[in-house]
């Protein structure tokens, strides 16, 4: 019998906070965020969403969004992933508006 079975499986991660957008323009946008507070096994990596699609993965709280349309709105928002595969809740969601290609405000 594995450990798994004798003691159950641990819990999943608990979700990142604190999603903050940063540094917009017409084609990026940094993210940050604060890793959870408590897992009982050690995140692997980040998972960064847009909207319900995965664009990128990352092992540090920070994530730079490239190849962003201008003038668009887009949304974002994180989950962590430990070594077993499990997954946190999504953090936060953070609503961006990229700046136009050609118009300063």
């Not at 995140?43 to 847009?50: D, E, L, P, Q």
Request: with cysteine; net charge negative; glycine share 6%.
């Amino acid at each position: 019998v594995g450990v798994g079975a004798m003691y159950g499986a641990a819990p999943p991660p608990q979700a990142p906070i604190n999603l903050i957008p940063s540094g917009t323009t017409a084609t990026t946008v940094s993210l940050s965020w604060t890793a959870p507070a408590f897992s009982e096994t050690p995140i692997v990596r980040y998972n960064i969403y847009k909207g319900t699609i995965c664009i990128g993965s990352c092992t540090t709280t920070t994530y730079t969004v490239t190849d962003l349309d201008d003038n668009s709105n887009y949304s974002f928002h994180v989950v962590a992933k430990v070594n077993d595969g499990s997954t946190s809740a999504a953090s936060n969601i953070v609503d961006v508006a990229t700046k136009s290609e050609y118009c300063e405000s």
